[in-house]
């Protein structure tokens, strides 16, 4: 072979991957400039910006060994060490602080959920409204597993903290580990018994009746203490306080384990990064799915379904897996979520958590892991504190008054902002803010949903 | 729409006999428990039957244009439940801020009606600008787009009404008259319930003249069945649509007042409660079918209510909720075109 044909054969390919670098570099680097700029000193802000461009604009990372997961590996790096350097950190103009490590940990939860959420919506393309009613399976087989809720029956396994593997505290409790288990296989089997006869609906009535679900589930666990004469749910007063996640005191001798979260000094980072843990996972079986046989029948029938079952596609199937899978970690993020908040009530179950859901897949990128992780951190930081800061700025600073007025409660728009969000998404980036290549070519050119003639009015 | 026609026949599995008896099992045991409720206390029965009714004639209006929308554009547009509940705030303040509650007679009449226009232009406006702003621009998107945007504006839209009145129930003056019209089995149904069922026929059968003999209506069946050949017909696709959503919403304010009136309370969530009530109705009658629509509304109000009010083995007013829902995805799951559809969704 001619050496400038090779040449030339290379060079594309070259220039691409050197561009991708460099587009990269600067997008990481041009906002971290920004904020220091503005709020710290300039000469920081240029050396931060330096290394960042350097990072990942100049060296050929992708050749080393490890190079491909640099990126990764350094933000997860920064996620695991967040509690340590948080509270060093400066505060943003407008945000005000970053979130709390306490807030981290809902931050990861929902970001959990949204991922497995994002398996149902993202890869196989089926609009799942109801979502909040694996949240609330979770959290309450966490309930009925790690509390004194089941009074009569003393039974501990692997027993928690305080009360110690042989103690003779009433109720059913499980260690935490064993409990998270089981919320993801039981919440699974309930997204296949709900999906087994919705599943064969087309797009929006799937979208109605899992929306059904979803409002018939916390109905259930309101009037669920007397469903059939026995004490389910414990009604409208919830369950609580159900036990914190720990290692027992066997571990917690043996190896030095904290044996019981909540009484651990260092609580909240516990919690945090178990949390992250929990989402690392996530993330990991994510992406398996996504690549393995199971993953590429999910995109080919949500691009089209009659294809794909002429392919051979088994689409019942296929279907009943997606909902499973998405089940799934819907139920452990709600089974840790209600550990953590040590209660559960089914005043948390609504429609607007299952659309908050929604919303951060829908504005993160549907089918990108990355872009849902960070759709769901920006999200449920705004609905934890980034709205309620924002609304302080604005009052401090004289804008509602300019704009309004008089001061505003932003909180009080809660709503109203997830609804701008998701309107403003699907009207100028239906793809999401970072799409999987796949799904924008999808929104930018229509799938084969649309009759093939159609024109354009 | 031809292959909407071949999907819907092809569900594998599934032996139509079998489904039928089922349904058949489901619909005898509901009858059996009704007769036995009503030789138990047809008094009862006989009160929840008009309240039942009067209900459902509401739900019915709010699903009608449900239906209608599905029936053009195959949108489920959720915002619509909450333009109704807009509508019956603006009734509250128009009903406070003229002091209805002094006033009798002529001149009271005069001013329902009056409100009336102005809730039916109100809503009209905001869901035909909802259409303009949102929808229109994804008339070419994947059905997913526009659902998800009608989600986002229902938000939007509760938001407004949450903080326009508070998140407590803002009460509305009962400013109806409370005179009996015709008593049932010993039970009055009074002039405050009959208003509804006084509105409601008026407002159907004009609608169905209009989509059935005049020129808009036909403009409309035809955008509903193919909106490519309707414009190669001449007739604007878009105005067309419009219209639908302006019909909408007339029907949205019309509901709101009577609503607003007879239950003389609205909520921010009410919208949401109502049209999800509705939606249900729609389907359950067949949606795009507009008799069928206000045949649902009135089985749903039933079911309400007699499951509400009825002492022999009713599940009681804590699961309503779940029932109608149970419903919509029985339906959903056995009979898809509704109990007046078509297989095909296929307009008016």
Redesign the interface.
């Known amino acids: 072979m001619d050496i400038r044909d090779a040449f030339r054969r290379y060079r594309p390919g070259f220039e691409r991957e050197t561009t991708r670098r460099a587009k990269r570099a600067a997008i990481a680097g041009l906002p971290a400039f920004l904020i220091l700029a503005v709020t710290g000193s300039m000469g920081l802000a240029l050396i931060i910006a330096t290394i960042v461009f350097i990072a990942l604009y100049v060296p050929a990372w992708d050749s080393l060994p490890l190079g491909h997961w640099i990126v990764t590996l350094s933000v997860i790096l920064l996620a695991v060490l967040y509690p340590f350097y948080y509270p060093n950190l400066f505060e943003l103009p407008i945000f005000g602080a970053f979130p709390s490590v306490d807030t981290g940990v809902t931050m990861l939860i929902y970001i959990m959920m949204a991922l497995g959420l994002n398996i149902v919506v993202g890869y196989a393309?089926l609009?799942d409204?109801g979502y909040v009613a694996f949240y609330a399976m979770g959290a309450y087989t966490a309930a009925w597993f790690a509390s004194q809720h089941f009074s009569n029956v003393t039974f501990h396994l692997g027993g928690v903290g305080s009360f110690g593997e042989k103690s003779s505290v009433p109720g059913i409790h499980m260690t935490i580990w064993l409990v998270l288990v089981f919320a993801g296989i039981f919440t699974a089997l309930v997204g296949i018994i709900i999906g087994f006869?919705?599943l064969?609906?087309?797009?929006?009535?799937l979208?109605?009746?899992t929306?059904?679900?979803g409002?018939?589930m916390p109905?259930?666990a309101?009037?669920g203490d007397n469903l059939l004469g026995y004490n389910v749910t414990n009604g409208p007063q919830g369950i609580n306080p159900i036990d914190p996640p720990g290692f027992g005191n066997t571990l917690h001798n043996a190896v030095g384990l904290p044996s019981d979260y909540l009484s651990s000094p260092t609580s909240t980072r516990l919690f945090y990064w178990t949390a992250l843990v929990l989402v690392l996972f996530t993330v990991f079986c994510s992406m398996r799915l996504r690549d393995s046989r199971l993953g590429r029948a999910w995109i080919a029938i949500r691009e089209d379904e009659?294809a794909a079952a002429a392919m051979g596609v088994p689409l019942?199937r296929t279907k009943t897996w997606a909902y499973a899978a998405g089940a799934f970690f819907g139920g452990i993020a709600g089974a840790y979520y209600a550990s953590f908040k040590s209660g559960t009530f089914p005043g948390d179950f609504y429609?607007?958590i299952s659309?908050f859901i929604?919303c951060m897949v829908?504005l993160g990128g549907m089918g990108n892991i990355w872009g849902v992780i960070l759709g769901g951190a920006f999200l449920s930081y705004l609905n934890q504190e980034g709205l309620a800061n924002i609304g302080a700025w604005m009052n401090a600073n004289g804008v509602s008054d300019a704009v309004f007025g008089h001061d505003i409660d932003v909180p009080?728009?809660?709503?109203?902002?997830?609804?701008?969000?998701?309107?403003l998404t699907?009207?100028f980036r239906?793809e999401g803010l970072i799409p999987s290549s796949r799904r924008k070519a999808?929104?930018r050119e229509?799938?084969s949903?649309?009759?093939l003639?159609?024109?354009?009015? | 729409m031809a292959?909407e026609q071949a999907?819907i026949r092809v569900?594998p599995?599934y032996r139509p006999d079998v489904l039928s008896m089922i349904g058949l099992t489901l619909v005898g045991v509901v009858a059996l428990w009704l007769v036995v409720n009503f030789i138990k206390e047809p008094a009862d029965f006989y009160n929840l039957f008009l309240i039942g009714m009067t209900n459902g004639a509401v739900y019915g209006l709010v699903a009608i244009g449900y239906s209608l929308v599905y029936g053009i554009l195959?949108?489920?547009n959720f915002a619509h439940g909450d333009v109704f509940m807009l509508g019956g705030m603006l009734v509250a303040t128009l009903t406070t801020s003229w002091a209805l509650e002094s006033k009798s007679g002529g001149t009271l009449w005069l001013f329902i009606l009056l409100m009336l226009l102005i809730a039916m232009a109100f809503c009209a406006t905001i869901n035909t600008t909802i259409e303009l702003l949102?929808y229109r621009?994804?008339?070419?998107?994947?059905?997913?787009?526009?659902?998800?945007?009608a989600?986002?504006?229902?938000?939007?839209?509760?938001?407004?009404g949450?903080?326009w009145k508070g998140a407590r129930p803002t009460s509305v003056p009962d400013i109806l008259p409370h005179g009996t019209v015709f008593t049932l089995g010993g039970i009055p149904y009074t002039w405050n319930r009959f208003i509804v069922i006084l509105f409601t026929v008026p407002v159907l059968t004009a609608l169905v003249w209009l989509v059935q003999r005049t020129r808009h209506g036909k403009a409309m069946r035809a955008t509903a069945q193919d909106?490519?050949a309707a414009?190669m017909m001449g007739i604007s696709?878009?105005r067309t649509i419009s219209f639908t959503f302006f019909i909408a919403g007339c029907l949205a304010g019309a509901a709101a007042l009577l609503y607003a009136l007879y239950i003389t309370n609205i909520r921010y969530t009410e919208g949401?409660r109502v049209g999800?009530i509705a939606?249900t109705a729609a389907?359950l009658g067949g949606i795009g079918n507009l008799p069928g629509a206000v045949l649902g509304g009135l089985v749903i109000g039933f079911v309400e209510s007699f499951n509400n009010g009825l002492g022999w083995h009713a599940p009681g007013s804590?699961?309503t909720?779940?029932i109608i829902?149970?419903i919509?995805?029985l339906i959903?799951?056995f009979r898809?075109e509704g109990l007046l559809g078509e297989r095909t969704p296929e307009g008016a």
Request: charged share 15%.
């Open positions: 393309g609009l409204l006869p919705t064969r609906l087309r797009g929006d009535y979208a109605i009746v929306l059904g679900f409002e018939i109905q259930i309101n009037n009659t019942m429609f607007n659309v929604l829908i009080l728009y809660t709503s109203g902002i997830f609804g701008v969000i998701l309107v699907m009207l239906p999808e929104f229509g799938v949903d649309e009759p003639y159609d024109v354009q009015h | 292959t999907r569900r599995g195959e949108l489920i949102a621009r994804l008339r070419n998107a994947p059905r997913l787009a526009p659902l998800i945007t989600i986002g504006m229902s938000f939007i839209l509760q938001n407004i949450l903080v909106r490519e414009a696709v878009n949401f999800l939606f389907v804590d699961w909720q779940s829902f149970g919509l995805i959903l799951v898809p």
